[in-house]
Structure formats: structure tokens, C-alpha cells
């Protein structure tokens, strides 16, 4: 058998798994699901799932990949042959990278064709009116949406057929500083215009009557779309994560950096909304249409305007990859199917799908609605339940402790994993499905 390609280093696992988790979840999603569920006090219930239940699942999934060495669907049954009960775990997380992916590509086609219309000045002559006009126009029109769809799947595909250390690790390496530097930039601009305080109050200021069963289920659910978490996009990267590396770290750096992003993504976008009196929550549009109208309303608007969808795009393309890989990897894996040939089908299936979300709003947000909120939290219900019940504590301290980890950490994580990550996500279930009155 031909060697598991493999990520060649540190940085290169790290910028990997954050360019995977770092994306429209951050830049897109975060901010008008935040502005939709209250400001503050979803930011609080979101932090805490993220560390308390996020950084644990994220660890298992890479334990899985790396114990597997196999794409999701067949890691389970390399790892616990006789319980082919959490197999269905490899089949959510394939078909949740179909249902992610296909609504996902229809935004990031948004964002290729606001990047173009950024670069040729075509935002900068708008009225507000004519700004959301322009936005639903297209998002609601057939062909446009189709054909930048298409564009950016094929981008995706670009880097995908080239492997992982070739095409995943090389683009991340490059992208995610590129990133990271854009989205300073647009924080230090937002953060100084006058009247920008109020949008700092509504980000960092909880206010606890806000706070509903609902708010808990979207702050959890954002926490595992925003991660990656709960389909196996971590695990199929943490099988091409060497043994030298260190598991605990690359999970608690890729989490911590994620979450930096979504904050930044506020810092960038909220102030700057409040400063010009545009409302907070304006749902998916947010960024299309309110962030265009500011730009227009302050100096250098040109240069930020560019600098914001290029941010997005960057962001969408790194997070694409990670779930086309699942696929990929599912195909080269189980169907043996060749890495180009296996990336060129699920392309094109994912475009089929993706093509039926542009055509049929109604299937993009349900697609939106079950992944978030119901595949992946059950995905990490069952995957912590299997890290703490079926794989047995020794496996696990092989992995998570080869390089002297402390046995505090271990433990800790044990229990969360086996009780506390389990019982948790299923309350919020059971209170959103009316079940805990
Ligand atoms: N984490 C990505 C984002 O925040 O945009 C979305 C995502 C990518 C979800 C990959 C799931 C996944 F497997």
C-alpha cells in the first residue's frame, strides 16, 4: 500500500484545521446569528460550549483520524470492528459535508461575485436602497448565483486534486496569515470610527433576559459549525497528522484561533454598524448588504471594501477544502477511487446540490438549519461517547500523552467525553424539541 500523504508540519497541521474552521461560520454567520439572538449573552453561552464541549470534541476527532488513519467512514470500523453501531457516524459525516457544502458553495458564489464587484468599483455608487436591491436581486436570480457557484467549487477542486501536503497544507500556509492580517486591518478601521462604542456594548455587553432555549441550541449549534466539529472534516485532516505531533495542542491553538476570528469578525462589523445606524440584525445579508453601505460611508472605503471579500473568500476557500476533502477522502479511501477522479465527482455532485439550493431557498436554510443544529451536535454526542466508552482510556492516553502530556489533562478530558460533553448537548436537544417543557 502506497503511504497516508501527510501534513509536513506544526504550522502546517495548524493552518490546515484553522483554515478548515475558520470561515464563513466566522465571518458570515457569526455576526448575524449574534445579532439575531441577543448580542452579548449569546457571545457568553458560545465561549463557554466552545471550551467546554468544542476543544474536547475537536480532540477526539483528531484522535480518531490519526488512530484510523482512514477517512471517517471507514475509521470506526477500523478502530472498534465489532460495534458497527457508530458506523453511522461515517455516514452522517459524509452526507453532512454534501449538505454543508452544497448551501455553503451558494454563499461563497456570493462572495466571488461581490469580490468582483468590489474590485470594479461597482459597490461605491449605491444608495442603501439600491445596495439590498442589488443583494436580492441576485441572490434570488438563477444564473448569476449558478455560475459563481460553479467558479468557486472549481477553485476548491483546484486545491483539493493536489493533495495534502501539495494542495490543503501549501494554500493554508499562504492564506491564513493573508487572512489574518486583512481582518486586523478592517478591526482597527471599525474600531475608530465615532459612535463605534455602542457596537462594542452589544458584542461584549450579555444581557441575560435575552437568553432562551433557543439561544442555547444556535449557540451550540455555531460552536460545532464554526469548529468543524461533529463530522469528521477534523478527523479526515487528523489522519494526515503525523505521530511527532501533539494533539492537545494543535486542538487548543486551531479552537483559540477560531474563536479570536469570530471575535474579530464582530470587532470588524458591529461597531462600524452601530456608528452608521444600520441595524444589528439584518439576518444573512449582513455582510452583503450593510457592510457595502459603510463602506461607502468612510475614507478608504475602496481599499476595505476589496479587503473584506477577498477576506471572505479566503476564508470560504479554506473551509471548502476541508469539506470536499471528506468526501475525497471517503471515495479515495473506501471506493478506491483515484484522488483526481474522486475530487472531480464530488465537485460535480456537490455542485448538483449546490444548484438546488440556489434554485429552492427553502432547501438552503433547511440544509443551513439541520447541519448546525442537529447533524453536528448529534455527530459530537456520538463521537465523544465513542472516545469515552468504546475506545478504551489507554488508546487515548497513546495518543494525546506521547508527548508527556499531563495526566490531569487526560482525565479531565475523559470525563467530559464520557458524561458531561453527552448529557449536555442532549439536554439543549431535548429542550428545543419540547421535551424539558
Ligand atoms: N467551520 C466552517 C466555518 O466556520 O465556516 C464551516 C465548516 C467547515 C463546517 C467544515 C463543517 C466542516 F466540516
Redesign the pocket.
Known amino acids: 500500500m502506497s503511504k497516508r500523504d501527510s501534513f509536513s508540519s506544526k504550522f502546517g497541521v495548524i493552518a490546515a484545521a484553522a483554515g478548515?474552521?475558520?470561515?464563513?461560520?466566522?465571518i458570515w454567520r457569526f455576526p448575524y446569528v449574534l445579532g439575531e439572538n441577543g448580542g452579548g449573552a449569546f457571545f457568553l453561552i458560545y465561549l463557554f460550549f466552545i471550551v467546554s464541549i468544542g476543544i474536547p470534541v475537536m480532540l477526539s476527532e483528531l484522535v480518531i483520524g490519526r488512530r484510523s488513519q482512514s477517512s471517517i467512514f471507514g475509521a470506526f470500523k477500523v478502530l472498534c470492528p465489532g460495534v458497527s453501531f457508530f458506523q453511522v457516524v461515517g455516514v452522517m459525516g459524509v452526507a453532512a459535508?454534501f449538505l454543508?457544502l452544497s448551501f455553503?458553495s451558494v454563499v461563497a458564489g456570493w462572495t466571488v461575485e461581490y469580490t468582483v464587484l468590489a474590485i470594479g468599483n461597482q459597490l461605491s455608487d449605491k444608495t442603501p436602497e439600491q445596495l439590498s436591491v442589488l443583494f436580492q436581486d441576485f441572490s434570488t436570480s438563477l444564473w448569476r448565483p449558478i455560475f459563481y457557484l460553479v467558479v468557486f467549487m472549481f477553485l476548491t477542486a483546484g486545491i483539493v486534486i493536489g493533495g495534502v501536503k501539495n494542495g490543503i497544507e501549501r494554500y493554508a500556509k499562504i492564506l491564513m496569515p493573508v487572512l489574518f492580517l486583512i481582518i486586523i486591518i478592517l478591526c482597527v478601521k471599525s474600531a475608530s470610527l465615532s459612535g463605534a462604542v455602542e457596537g462594542f456594548k452589544f458584542l461584549f455587553q450579555p444581557d441575560f433576559s435575552k437568553i432562551t432555549g433557543n439561544v442555547v441550541l444556535e449557540a451550540l449549534g455555531q460552536a460545532f459549525?464554526?469548529?468543524?466539529i461533529g463530522?469528521g472534516?477534523i478527523a479526515t485532516y487528523g489522519s494526515y497528522v503525523q505521530k511527532k505531533e501533539n494533539l492537545v495542542h494543535a486542538a487548543v491553538s486551531v479552537s483559540m484561533v477560531d474563536t479570536l476570528i469570530a471575535v474579530l469578525a464582530g470587532v470588524a462589523i458591529f461597531p462600524a454598524v452601530f456608528a452608521f445606524n444600520i441595524q444589528p440584525d439584518a439576518g444573512p445579508g449582513l455582510v452583503f448588504v450593510t457592510l457595502p453601505n459603510i463602506f461607502n460611508q468612510m475614507g478608504g472605503g475602496y481599499f476595505f471594501s476589496v479587503a473584506f471579500f477577498v477576506l471572505l473568500l479566503i476564508a470560504a476557500l479554506t473551509?471548502s477544502v476541508?469539506?470536499l476533502e471528506?468526501v475525497v477522502a471517503y471515495f479515495t479511501d473506501e471506493l478506491k477511487m483515484s484522488r483526481k477522479y474522486a475530487t472531480l465527482l464530488g465537485t460535480i455532485l456537490m455542485i448538483v446540490l449546490g444548484v438546488f439550493c440556489v434554485i429552492y431557498p427553502k432547501l438552503f436554510d433547511a440544509f443551513e438549519w439541520t447541519s448546525s443544529n442537529l447533524l453536528l451536535p448529534l455527530g459530537g454526542i456520538l463521537i465523544s461517547v465513542f472516545i469515552g466508552w468504546f475506545l478504551g482510556k489507554d488508546k487515548v492516553k497513546e495518543e494525546i500523552e506521547a508527548h508527556g502530556g499531563k495526566v490531569v489533562i487526560l482525565n479531565v478530558f475523559m470525563v467530559i467525553v464520557k458524561i458531561f460533553a453527552p448529557i449536555a448537548v442532549a439536554l439543549v436537544f431535548m429542550k428545543n424539541i419540547g421535551l424539558l417543557g
Open positions: 478548515s474552521a475558520i470561515g464563513l461560520g466566522n459535508a454543508i455553503y459549525f464554526s469548529l468543524s463530522m472534516a473551509s476541508s469539506l471528506v
